[in-house]
């Protein structure tokens, strides 16, 4: 099974900016479809942005369209996640997973990986 780790978090201030990286542990992570999540204390997680494995379908929350972008290095299979504009409601505890990914949503299954999570801080 693919296995995923994130990093990149750290405290920003409101404004900054953080790219976060899911590498995957097998070479055919380039071939699946990925998501990152975010689970914020007492809240619910939910999907952030998700890309396809090959053509080019992304899905962003429409709270972050405009201010993240997510995009894949197959050479270094990775799949980033460029946080812009980053705000306090930003902040939360993000995660990468397998997934299948739709301009609608991404969906996961018991049988998806996901990584350990990477902590984001937004705050002055």
């Known amino acids: 099974q693919v296995q995923l780790a994130e990093s990149g978090g750290g405290l920003v201030q409101p404004g900054g900016s953080l790219r976060l990286a899911c590498e995957g542990s097998?070479?055919?992570?380039?071939?699946?479809?990925i998501g990152w999540f975010r689970q914020a204390p007492g809240k619910e997680r939910e999907a952030v942005s998700c890309?396809?494995?090959?053509?080019?379908?992304?899905y962003y929350k429409d709270s972050v369209k405009g201010r993240f972008t997510i995009s894949r290095d197959n050479v270094k299979n990775t799949v980033y996640l460029q946080m812009n504009d980053l705000k306090p409601e930003d902040t939360a505890v993000y995660y990468c997973?397998?997934?299948?990914?739709?301009?609608?949503?991404?969906?996961?299954?018991?049988?998806?990986?996901w990584g350990q999570g990477t902590q984001v801080t937004v705050s002055s």
């Open positions: 890309i396809s494995s090959s053509d080019g379908i992304t």
């Open positions: 997973a397998t997934v299948y990914c739709t301009s609608f949503a991404p969906s996961t299954t018991d049988n998806d990986a």
């Open positions: 097998e070479f055919f992570l380039n071939y699946r479809d």
